[in-house]
């Protein structure tokens, strides 16, 4: 008793001693921590020539686009999209501002009147879309919904944007026309042509040669543009993965046999699952060719209430119980008018779509060939409403589960209104195959984790390796204990995924941080267990090493000096002693043009193609370094194409093929814009 009084009267010493640890450990976390790229302070995002990217409106705009997705984008892919989005805007915006490029309202409203033609809320008696009538609509919305109004400013202000947007490239698609000019010359580029005798001397035919690593400096100096390179690390690691060991599995299949008797006499095997299952059980029917492939003359041959197990997956122990069958169409045609809750553009309550729908299926059924005039009116699911609201024949399963029940567990004929997340559907069953057998089965499931002991061995292990690690040699520690390292070549600032490791923004943070050197190693806690990991090479930004450039540019510089070295052994002009020398034949190359500089055996060869035009007929060339060895060509004819009376329809062409180029967002011209803009990113500091 005396004990615990003197506990009683110290507990308050002890929560402040305890406090002052912890906030000590923050503060050392706060001084410390190198998860991050940098330790600056990042207020923009980026800067575009003289515009900041506001950082909080940029992950605001992050967020909203992850939304959008519903999730389907990760946080970089996401960033890489805003970010994409912003610059163009600027740099766009900021041409807009220098050509004097303004948009009036009334060109505003043509283009609200294109994009929102049928809506209803925007559209008067007649159908057609009404300015008053959006006027009064948005009057209503300013009034009653401040912050959906805002939403419509904003989308408004996109639709200004793309208009200006539309002028913009408008202007560019005037000046790119062909001229009557450059359609002559590309009509003779096409049409013009040569035919030729050839040797080529194989660059192989030459002596090895060495290359230099000051010649491969010299050509990387000489062609800068080539060998730009963003920053980027090498990286290597070792995983330690949280698997469970064969006594894990062992023990699973241990605990689902304890259970197995109740199993296969319980009458009640959904509230058994349930208690004892890893997983719920499930309701569903399941047709033959929809059962597991391994197991599916197992699960056949089951009588209602037999067991087939325990059997083993990847991830489980189990044991399956055939509980019911029951007879069903494998497929069904209907169709339907689906009123939506989800359309922004309709402000409409689920009380108000579920009265349109009950409207509807009253006039259906009264009138079924109502239903193709009905879908294509109301109708929010555009695809089927175009076709009267049909829907075709569809497997069982197909559609989410209240729909498919009232189309599967009908009669042909039938029709209904249904609720899902995607609003109110009145649906009209038309037609069943014919029925098959479909079976129920409860899965008694005891999931393989790796026990606490276990987990226990993989921190113990990894910690072990990195203190090794770091006082010896990574990889020799590795081989000593069998364990396999993995290395990644080139990882970029914003890249997320490291290769075997999945998302990993943690480890490329660490990894660009100023402070992280080279041969630095960390431990990282990640959802497979533990990943040590060492940094082995920092490659900055800017024009890539000797090393670095090495495979690109050796083959190049070889077959320059081997060009130049088999030049020097040519000392006839006559084809045959030039074949003759080297053992290779003479060919001939026929109707050859420059628009298509193919030779036989070459594949492309647009230099040796080029000189053959200069030449006169039965002049032999000097030897020509091309793509695939050294040349001497013959002219033997050249064709010149027949002028035309008007070259109009090939400066069509050209002028169609230019105008492609505008059609793609990321054109030539925006790519052109961003190239000539001065752009800061700070994206790797924030993300």
Do not use: C
Not at 70 to 78: D, E, L, P, V, Y
Not at 443 to 456: A, F, M, W
Request: net charge negative; proline share 4%; no cysteine.
């Amino acid at each position: 008793m005396a004990i615990l009084n003197s506990i009683r009267k110290k507990t308050a010493v002890l929560i402040i001693i305890i406090a002052m640890a912890l906030f000590a450990f923050v503060l050392s976390d706060l001084f410390n921590f190198s998860g991050s790229p940098s330790t600056k302070t990042v207020d923009a995002i980026g800067v575009v020539g003289d515009e900041k990217i506001d950082r909080t409106e940029f992950a605001q705009s992050v967020e909203n686009y992850i939304q959008q997705t519903q999730g389907r984008a990760t946080t970089m892919q996401a960033v890489k999209q805003v970010w994409d989005a912003k610059v163009q805007e600027l740099v766009l915006e900021e041409e807009f501002e220098e050509l004097g490029i303004e948009v009036g309202r009334d060109q505003i409203i043509a283009k609200l009147s294109e994009t929102l033609a049928g809506n209803p809320n925007f559209s008067n008696s007649e159908g057609f879309f009404d300015e008053a009538v959006m006027t009064e609509y948005l009057a209503n919305l300013k009034e009653t919904q401040p912050q959906q109004f805002q939403q419509w400013q904003n989308y408004e202000n996109s639709v200004a944007n793309q208009v200006r947007r539309e002028i913009y490239f408008n202007l560019i698609k005037a000046g790119v026309g062909a001229t009557l000019l450059e359609a002559k010359e590309n009509y003779k580029l096409q049409s013009d042509n040569v035919s030729f005798q050839v040797v080529r001397i194989p660059f192989d035919k030459a002596e090895d040669v060495e290359v230099s690593t000051s010649e491969i400096n010299t050509y990387i100096k000489n062609n800068p543009k080539q060998f730009q390179q963003e920053a980027q690390r090498d990286i290597q690691y070792v995983l330690f993965e949280d698997k469970p060991s064969d006594k894990d599995i062992n023990q699973a299949k241990s605990n689902l046999e304890n259970l197995l008797e109740e199993f296969k006499t319980t009458e009640d095997a959904k509230a058994y699952i349930n208690l004892n299952s890893d997983e719920p059980y499930n309701a569903n029917f399941k047709f033959e060719n929809q059962l597991p492939s391994d197991k599916k003359q197992e699960f056949l041959a089951l009588d209602l209430g037999e067991v087939y197990g325990p059997y083993k997956t990847s991830e489980a122990w189990k044991a399956t119980k055939l509980v019911e069958t029951q007879k069903m169409p494998d497929s069904a045609k209907a169709g339907h008018i689906l009123i939506s809750t989800q359309d922004p553009n309709i402000q409409r309550t689920p009380e108000e779509a579920k009265n349109l729908a009950d409207s509807l299926l009253g006039v259906i059924k009264s009138n079924p060939s109502k239903m193709d005039e009905l879908a294509k009116e109301f109708s929010a699911d555009t695809g089927s409403a175009e076709k009267g609201g049909d829907l075709g024949w569809n497997g069982y399963g197909r559609f989410v589960p209240a729909f498919n029940q009232a189309v599967f567990n009908n009669d042909p004929g039938f029709k209904t209104v249904v609720e899902t997340r995607f609003g109110y559907h009145v649906i009209h069953v038309k037609e069943h195959s014919e029925e098959s057998t479909m079976y129920k089965f409860a899965d008694l499931v005891i999931n393989i984790k790796p026990s606490e002991e276990t987990l226990n061995e993989v921190y113990r292990n990894a910690g072990n390796f990195l203190l090794d690690a770091e006082s010896g040699e990574f990889t020799e520690v590795a081989k000593e204990n069998n364990y396999e390292v993995k290395p990644v070549i080139g990882v970029k600032a914003l890249d997320e995924q490291i290769p075997g490791l999945g998302p990993q923004r943690q480890i490329i943070n660490w990894a660009f941080n100023e402070e992280t050197a080279a041969g630095s190693i960390k431990q990282f806690d990640i959802d497979k267990g533990y990943a040590v990991v060492q940094l082995n090479k920092i490659k900055k930004e800017g024009l890539q090493s000797a090393q670095q450039a090495s495979a690109k540019v050796t083959p190049i510089l070889e077959k320059q000096k081997k060009a130049k070295a088999i030049i020097s052994q040519i000392n006839s002009t006559d084809l045959s002693e030039i074949a003759s020398q080297f053992s290779v034949q003479v060919q001939n190359a026929s109707a050859v043009n420059m628009e298509s500089p193919l030779i036989p055996g070459a594949g492309k060869e647009p230099k040796v193609v080029g000189a053959a035009f200069a030449l006169s007929k039965d002049e032999t060339s000097q030897p020509i370094e091309g793509q695939k060895g050294v040349y001497v060509i013959k002219l033997t004819q050249k064709t010149e194409a027949p002028a035309l009376a008007s070259y109009k329809n090939e400066a069509l062409k050209e002028t169609q093929k230019r105008m492609q180029k505008l059609q793609n967002p990321k054109n030539d011209v925006v790519e052109a814009l961003k190239e000539a803009k001065e752009i800061e990113d700070n994206r790797a500091q924030v993300y």
